[in-house]
């Protein structure tokens, strides 16, 4: 299958690398020059349990990308979603599918935007996944992933789809409702993300908080009440005692999450607005009550104007 | 007039030398030994102007304290106000009169669990004053205080003390309205020093954010409703004006909050429970949502377990 990786990070490279292994005719688009030029130049490089080895995998910049692929990954930031689908409109064929692994919500409402809703797919991925520098990758762990069709009568297709990936060994489940998983998914990274990034401490010091129990389970609350309007139905206490098991040092305790690390290690922009931002958007929409995560993103805002220069 | 100042940091210093100049019979309690005993041994220094003096006036620990004065002016941390009335229970007279000037709100009603109603003056004190170190107090700046008797049936006596006050050169002025200024400070302490404290940064700064302006206001809306209950009509946007005026770095812009400085730069306890806190307690006595101040509060509550050892 010709299969374009959209945004070849380290998830993408990653997911690129083990698609390209298993038979599959990859290519990888990026925005990022340096990378796109090494990994064309000296292949990517693979660092797995501390050995390396390079691999050829075709790679280009946005505008250069010509190929019309049986199969898009997506795995840009969520801000930069919008732009790179604009950038690649040229390789969206009639018949790309086009599969969304991007964390974070309304990712879908975009991808619309651009994309026939019989060749969408939604996916959640549980792979990790790290970059040492342009066209460099570091692979550690295992994983999986869940996939599923947003039209309800491409089933077969999605299916057709899990099986090439998990011949390349990434473990891919169909799955009946991955709105669910991708709203629990966006509950642990709207109280562990956005919590740490503003008391500016790892998980297990969260987790060890007086407030914690409470102020995860409001902001939860307000996930569960947007969630309702889109047929998903989270359990509060369900949610929060799957959350509360990661703060567990033998989990993630020991770990600043993603958002710490963008903010405040590394002064980047975060991905707040596609999670407790994108709650706080559709409450004003619908109506509904979430003002927990209104100031929290409004405080993950103030604090992007203050770090990020 | 006998006078005790309880609570004798930098502004209760301030307050007792200038009272104690003006020819009253003044003594100074505090729980900080070290203090204590320096200013009994050496006197109360006052820097002025770059210029030290030493002054003699008694100071003594809660425990130590028998005489009963005719007026007490109490300069405590919001925090350490219950414990150290409960210290001075002896020498809380009959017709000793109680003045408030602790910052925060919510001190009438612990008070009033201590001293009759009609002995009970609130106020509010633009004056400043720093610590140097134990027993050594600097001045500089300008100030006034607003003061006003608690029950309607004493403002005869609350204007006596206003002259006694303003003889010592601290500009006092009888108020009819002490409760409107007490909440207006309130306001100014609930957006600055809270949000400053949980974005560390200074005033102005936190005015150069683009959320700003709505978050301060929804901070003021909160507290005008609480305030409401208690008959002090605060117009929001007034209030709003008021704290935006003080951005210019030509006031105090440049200056951190003191509960930055509390929290942030010396690792204390903040009175938050005394600003925010209490429009969040109030909001769930009353049924009134405060759910922006519920969690500002939440989240200093979670930065002082983080950073006070």
Same mark, same amino acid.
């Given at each position: 299958? &010709?299969? /374009?990786?959209?945004?070849a ?14 038979? @599959? #005719?990859?290519?990888?688009?990026? /925005? ?25 995998? $075709? ?7 010509? #190929?019309? $692929? ?6 840009? &930031? ?5 732009s ?24 879908n ?8 809703? &019989? ?15 342009? %066209? ?15 039209? $309800?009568?491409?089933?077969? #297709? ?24 991708i709203?629990?998914k ?7 993300n ?7 401490? @790892?998980?297990?010091?969260? %987790?060890?908080?007086k ?8 902001i ?14 989270? @359990? ?12 567990? $040092? ?6 600043h ?53």
């Amino acid at each position: 299958m &010709k299969i /374009a990786i959209v945004g070849a990070g380290a998830m993408g490279s990653r997911y690129g690398y083990m698609l390209h292994e298993s038979g @599959n #005719e990859v290519f990888l688009i990026d /925005a990022w020059k340096a990378h796109v030029d090494i990994i064309n130049n000296e292949g990517l490089t693979i660092e797995e349990n501390g050995k390396c080895k390079k691999v050829k995998i $075709p790679a280009m910049l946005p505008e250069d990308a010509k #190929e019309v $692929p049986d199969l898009i990954i997506l795995f840009t &930031k969520s801000m930069g979603l919008e732009s790179m689908l604009k950038s690649v409109k040229n390789v969206l064929g009639k018949h790309t599918r086009v599969l969304c692994l991007l964390n974070g919500l309304g990712h879908n409402e975009t991808i619309e935007k651009y994309v026939d809703n &019989k060749n969408i797919l939604m996916g959640v991925t549980l792979w990790t996944a790290g970059l040492a520098g342009p %066209g460099h990758v570091v692979l550690s762990g295992d994983g999986s992933l869940e996939v599923q069709n947003i039209d $309800p009568n491409t089933e077969v #297709e999605a299916r057709e789809i899990c099986d090439i990936l998990s011949q390349a060994g990434l473990k891919a489940h169909y799955s009946a409702d991955v709105l669910f998983s991708i709203w629990r998914k966006a509950c642990v990274n709207g109280t562990l993300n956005s919590c740490c990034t503003i008391l500016d401490c @790892n998980i297990r010091e969260f %987790g060890e908080l007086k407030e914690a129990p409470k102020l995860i389970r409001n902001i939860i609350k307000e996930f569960s009440d947007i969630a309702a309007k889109y047929g998903v139905k989270l @359990n509060v206490e369900e949610v929060a005692k799957g959350i509360e098991k990661i703060y567990d $040092p033998s989990q993630a305790g020991e770990h600043h999450p993603s958002m710490h690390q963008d903010l405040i290690q590394n002064h980047r922009l975060t991905e707040i607005d596609y999670i407790n931002g994108y709650v706080s958007r559709k409450g004003k929409e619908f109506n509904i009550n979430t003002q927990c995560n209104d100031l929290l993103t409004t405080i993950v805002h103030a604090k992007e104007q203050l770090l990020v220069k």
